[in-house]
């Protein structure tokens, strides 16, 4: 069987019926208002389901913090030497001023210390395993 193609002409929309509306250009009451933004609230930034305003050092404290929780070797360890760098720092303060740190504050510091030197053991053992 042969096809038979049709020799029906389908008649072009006349330039005043497209308006500018198509491909790319949609019905002007729909478009983006100029200068007005699509999203003018953003997403929230939430912490434990409330919003949260910090500095940017505090952000970045907390982004290494967090990073470091989650294995990251390098980010832990230079939490670690700004822990260190603190810790000294306050002891310096109280040995001027004659405060000394309370035991629980000891403790906290301790097993911070602790979990980033097994965390750091840990990359430099993978990282010698590696090669």
Do not use: C
């Not at 200068?35 to 907390?62: D, I």
């Amino acid at each position: 069987m042969e096809r038979v193609r049709s020799t029906r002409r389908v008649a072009k929309p006349s330039p005043a019926a497209n308006s500018g509306v198509g491909y790319g250009k949609p019905p002007v009451h729909t478009r983006f208002k100029k200068g007005v933004s699509g999203n003018p609230s953003g997403v929230a930034k939430e912490e434990n389901e409330r919003r949260r305003n910090a500095s940017a050092q505090r952000a970045m404290h907390r982004a290494l913090v967090k990073k470091a929780a989650a294995g990251d070797a390098a980010a832990a360890r230079l939490l670690w030497q700004m822990q260190e760098r603190a810790v000294a720092a306050e002891a310096t303060k109280q040995s001027s001023s004659g405060v000394l740190n309370t035991e629980a504050d000891r403790l906290v510091v301790e097993q911070l210390v602790a979990r980033l030197r097994v965390m750091i053991r840990r990359e430099d053992n993978e990282n010698n395993d590696d090669d």
